[in-house]
């Protein structure tokens, strides 16, 4: 597995606690998606500089009282996960991560991992207000950058690896609007074939209805994205790793509804 080193982790401003977990400053989006996260700000801090923290209600909790709320729920935990988040340089010594999630543009990606001329997307693409994305290229509406290298897709393609923004060792990014899931119904309708009293049937397969599935994918991006930081997995390793922590909810998206 490849690395970089990215140095130069910014120190926290305005005396703000200690944390690995931002989002980009000024997003709302992002910071509503990570309040949904958590089921609400009682137990999370986010500065007015992006930096997401527990909360001292969090830590007034005893330790037993802790662990019982973090088991109930994942998106917390995830948070919690994400503000102490680590990686291991190309020496072996553990180090402090930190990984940024955004939905607005201006990426700020630092290049890409392989040799290349290529330069990064800046922005997402143009889209008009509730249009529906094309998803045979996901790209159009997601982002992950990481200092570990990209490897395969899930359909054995071989990717670059987009660098996260300086400063950063990974970073998600995922257009305002929003994901669907199309839940697929059958039924089964009764019918005469040949006349002859007989009665057969066809199945039919039809979309019943679309769920709004965002706060399940960006938990599951932002895993993912943890499992290639932490563990320096690759990203159909750390796919297969969040899919095994979380089941498939996040992981596949049906539509996805611009918001602009």
Same mark, same amino acid.
């Given at each position: ?58 830590? #007034? ?123 697929? #119904? ?57 899919? #095994? ?16």
């Amino acid at each position: 597995m490849s690395y970089i080193d990215l140095d130069g982790l910014e120190e926290a401003k305005n005396e703000e606690p200690k944390t690995g977990f931002y989002i980009k400053e000024g997003d709302e989006k992002a910071k509503s998606d990570i309040v949904g996260l958590a089921k609400g700000e009682k137990c999370i801090d986010i500065s007015e500089t992006g930096a997401v923290t527990m909360s001292r209600k969090f830590y #007034k909790l005893s330790s037993k009282e802790q662990t019982k709320l973090l088991e109930e729920n994942d998106g917390l935990k995830l948070i919690y996960d994400l503000t102490s988040a680590t990686y291991t340089d190309e020496s072996g010594t553990v180090k402090d991560a930190k990984i940024l999630y955004q939905t607005e543009g201006d990426f700020q990606f630092n290049g890409y991992l392989e040799p290349t001329e290529e330069i990064p997307p800046k922005d997402w693409p143009i889209h008009s207000n509730g249009e529906f994305s094309d998803l045979d290229n996901v790209k159009q509406f997601y982002f992950g950058a990481s200092i570990t290298e990209y490897g395969l897709d899930l359909n054995d393609n071989q990717q670059k690896t987009i660098l996260p923004k300086k400063g950063f060792q990974g970073q998600v990014a995922l257009a305002k609007g929003t994901p669907y899931l199309a839940e697929q #119904k059958q039924n089964r309708i009764p019918r005469s074939s040949d006349g002859s009293g007989r009665i057969t049937h066809v199945d039919i397969n039809y979309e019943e209805k679309l769920k709004d599935i965002r706060r399940d994918v960006v938990k599951h991006e932002l895993r993912e994205m943890l499992f290639r930081i932490e563990d320096g997995l690759s990203y159909r390793a750390a796919h297969d790793a969040t899919v #095994k922590l979380y089941g498939y909810k996040g992981s596949y998206v049906s539509k996805f509804r611009w918001e602009i």
